[in-house]
C-alpha cells in the first residue's frame, strides 16, 4: 500500500450571505442548526420552502444562496439549514438517523414565526431529498407538499435483496466513501482512494489514520446496527400521512432506482397514489441534460443561475397549487417526462404510459440481438458462452463519477474489445424507433465461483460507431451452484433510437470501482486480501435462452402528448 500522504481537499463553511439572516434553530434535545432566512418583501407571513441540506447552505457546492433568491422572487419565504453535525450545526455527524426528529422540530420552529402563515413545503436533490421523505414520515400538520429531485427512501441503504430468486444489489464504492467524505466531521473532505492495491478497505484506515479521528457515520455502517432504527423512528414515510409529491427524476440518475423503488411502492397505497406526480428529464443526478452531454467544465455562476427557472420552476409551479392553492391540482399533469434526443415534454396519465408494445430480443451466439418473441422470432440451437472474471484485471467504470454521467459521457466503444465484456448487436434502425418505460434482462447464468455479479447495459451504437449508455443493471448472487436464473431490472427509460444507430448490449461481471468487485473467492470485496480467477457462464438460444425487454411507443404517441 502506498505510503504516501493522502491529497485531501478540505472544505469548511462559506460565509452567510447577505440576503440571509442566520439563527441556531434549537432541537428538542438543545442542539442547535445552523439556520439561514431569506423572506420575500416586507416578511409579511407567507408560504415556506424548506431546505435540509449536509453539503453547506452557504457553499458554492450548491448554490444554496441563488436559488434561495430565485424562489424568493416567486413569493416565497426560504428556510435553508445545515443538518446536525455538519458545517455550521451542532450534534452528532451521523447521516440519516436524525433527519427525521429534527426535520419535524425544524419544521414546528418554522411554522411558529410570524413571516410564515403555517404552510410549509421542501424541496432539494439526493440527500436533500432524503430529509424530506424524513420529514414527511412525522406527519407534522404545517407540511403541505414535498419535491423530492433524484433521491429516495432508500437513498444510501446498503444492498438489499434484489428479487424473489435471491439475487442482491451489488454494493456501491460510494457506499463506504460518502460517510469518510461529507460526514466524517462538519466539514467536507474530498480525496480520491488508491483501488490497485487490496484490501480496499485499507484506503479508509489510511484516511482515518492521516486525520486523526475515525468517522461514526462508517464504524456504525452496518444495517441491523440499532441506530439505524433512528432513520424513521415515526414509521416509514409510506405508512405516513399523504402528501402532495413532485418526483423529479433523471433517466441517467444513479440513484434513480431508489427513487423508482418509491414511485411504485407509493402507487400501491390509494392515498399517497393519488398525491404523486411524476417529472422525469433527461438528466443526471447532477442535473446536466443530454443536450449538453460531453461538457466536462463546470457552469459558470452565471449559467447556473441562468439554469434556475428549468431548474426550479416544476416544483414552484406544483407548490403554487398545493401550497399556495393558486389554480387546481387537475392543472399539474400526472406525469411529464421527455423522450431523450427530442424536445419538450410530454404527459401522460400514468407512468408506464399506455399503448406501449414489448419488444423482445434475443441475445443469439453470433453475438446479435434478434426478434425474441412474435412472428419475427429467430430460433437459434441452445448454446453456452463463457468468459474470464479476472478480479486483477477487471472491467473498467466508464465514467469517474457515477453522479455525472452525461457531464463525461463515455465512449463505449472499446469495452467491446474485451475478452471479458459479452457483446451483442442488434440491426441498424431505418427510422427513428421510440421506447419507454421498464427494461430487463432475463437469462441463465453460472460461475466456476462461489458467488458472481452480473451487469447488463444497454447501449445505443451511432453510426460512426460511438457507443453511449441507454440503460443499465446489475445484481450480485451470493450462491451459483449449479447455475442460476436471473431477473434483472435495468431502470426505466424514454429514448429515441434513432435513424442510423442500433442497440447493442453488453453483459460483464465488473464495474469496477463504481462497484465493489467480487474477488472470486467468496470473501467480503472490502476486505479480501486475495482474489481468484473465476469462469463464467451465460446460456444462449432456445426457451432459456438470455434476452433483453423493451417497449415501444406507438407511432402516434411519439409526437403527441406534448406540453
Not at 176 to 201: A, C, G, K, Q
Not at 228 to 247: E, K, N, S
Not at 255 to 270: S, T
Not at 436 to 465: C, Q
Request: proline content about 10%; aromatic content about 10%.
Amino acid at each position: 500500500m502506498d505510503t504516501e500522504p493522502i491529497q485531501i481537499l478540505h472544505n469548511g463553511p462559506a460565509p452567510v450571505p447577505e440576503g440571509a439572516t442566520q439563527y441556531m434553530v434549537p432541537m428538542r434535545d438543545r442542539v442547535r442548526l445552523a439556520t439561514d432566512v431569506y423572506l420575500t418583501g416586507d416578511g409579511s407571513p407567507g408560504p415556506v420552502i424548506l431546505i435540509r441540506l449536509p453539503y453547506d447552505k452557504d457553499g458554492p457546492f450548491v448554490s444554496i444562496p441563488d436559488i434561495a433568491a430565485y424562489m424568493v422572487g416567486r413569493g416565497y419565504h426560504v428556510v435553508a439549514q445545515d443538518v446536525r453535525g455538519k458545517f455550521r450545526s451542532e450534534g452528532e455527524t451521523l447521516l440519516f438517523v436524525n433527519e427525521a426528529v429534527d426535520g419535524y422540530d425544524t419544521i414546528d420552529w418554522v411554522a411558529k414565526q410570524p413571516w410564515c402563515d403555517g404552510d410549509v413545503a421542501m424541496w432539494g436533490d439526493s440527500y436533500y431529498g432524503y430529509t424530506q421523505w424524513a420529514a414527511a414520515s412525522t406527519g407534522h400538520p404545517a407540511l403541505k407538499a414535498i419535491a423530492p429531485r433524484v433521491t429516495g427512501t432508500r437513498l444510501g441503504s446498503l444492498p438489499e435483496p434484489a428479487g424473489e430468486d435471491g439475487a442482491m444489489e451489488v454494493e456501491m464504492s460510494i457506499h463506504r466513501m460518502y460517510p469518510v467524505t461529507f460526514f466524517h466531521d462538519n466539514d467536507v473532505h474530498l480525496w480520491e482512494p488508491d483501488w490497485s492495491h487490496r484490501p480496499y478497505i485499507d484506503n479508509v484506515e489510511r484516511f482515518f489514520a492521516q486525520m486523526g479521528t475515525r468517522s461514526m457515520s462508517f464504524d456504525l455502517w452496518h444495517p441491523d446496527n440499532p441506530v439505524f432504527l433512528r432513520r424513521f423512528p415515526w414509521g416509514h414515510p409510506y405508512d405516513a400521512r399523504p402528501l402532495p409529491v413532485l418526483h423529479q427524476m433523471g433517466w441517467w440518475d444513479n440513484c434513480a432506482p431508489w427513487h423508482w423503488q418509491d414511485v411504485y411502492a407509493l402507487a400501491e397505497r390509494p392515498g399517497w397514489a393519488h398525491n404523486q406526480y411524476l417529472f422525469i428529464d433527461s438528466i443526471d443526478h447532477d442535473s446536466v441534460g443530454l443536450s449538453e452531454a460531453g461538457r466536462r467544465t463546470e457552469h459558470t455562476p452565471e449559467e447556473v443561475r441562468a439554469s434556475l427557472p428549468g431548474y426550479l420552476e416544476p416544483a414552484l409551479e406544483f407548490f403554487d397549487v398545493f401550497v399556495k392553492g393558486q389554480g387546481s391540482p387537475e392543472d399539474i399533469p400526472r406525469v411529464r417526462w421527455n423522450l431523450a434526443h427530442t424536445e419538450g415534454f410530454r404527459t401522460s396519465a400514468s407512468w408506464p404510459p399506455e399503448g406501449l408494445s414489448p419488444l423482445v430480443l434475443a441475445l443469439s451466439p453470433e453475438g446479435r440481438l434478434v426478434p425474441g418473441e412474435g412472428p419475427d422470432a429467430e430460433e437459434a440451437a441452445p448454446a453456452v458462452v463463457e468468459w474470464t472474471h479476472d478480479p486483477d484485471d477487471l472491467v473498467p467504470s466508464p465514467v469517474t463519477d457515477p453522479f455525472a454521467v452525461l457531464r463525461e459521457y463515455p465512449d463505449e466503444r472499446a469495452w467491446a474489445d474485451r475478452p471479458d465484456v459479452l457483446v451483442f448487436d442488434g440491426p441498424r434502425a431505418g427510422e427513428d424507433t421510440d421506447h419507454a418505460g421498464p427494461v430487463r434482462f432475463t437469462g441463465e447464468v453460472g460461475s466456476s465461483g462461489p458467488k458472481m455479479d452480473v451487469f447488463v447495459r444497454l447501449l445505443d451504437i451511432a453510426p460512426d460507431g460511438a457507443a453511449h449508455l441507454v440503460a443499465r443493471g446489475q445484481v450480485h448472487l451470493p450462491d451459483t451452484a449449479g447455475g442460476r436464473r436471473v431477473d434483472i431490472g435495468m431502470g426505466q427509460i424514454g429514448y429515441r433510437l434513432r435513424a442510423g444507430h442500433r442497440f447493442r448490449v453488453h453483459v460483464a461481471s465488473s464495474d469496477f470501482p463504481e462497484f465493489m468487485p467480487q474477488p472470486g473467492n467468496g470473501l467480503d470485496p472490502w476486505t479480501a486480501a486475495t482474489a481468484e480467477k473465476n469462469h463464467q457462464t451465460l446460456r444462449l438460444g432456445g426457451a432459456d435462452g438470455a434476452r433483453v425487454h423493451l417497449n415501444r411507443l406507438p407511432e402516434a404517441h411519439g409526437e403527441g402528448g406534448r406540453r
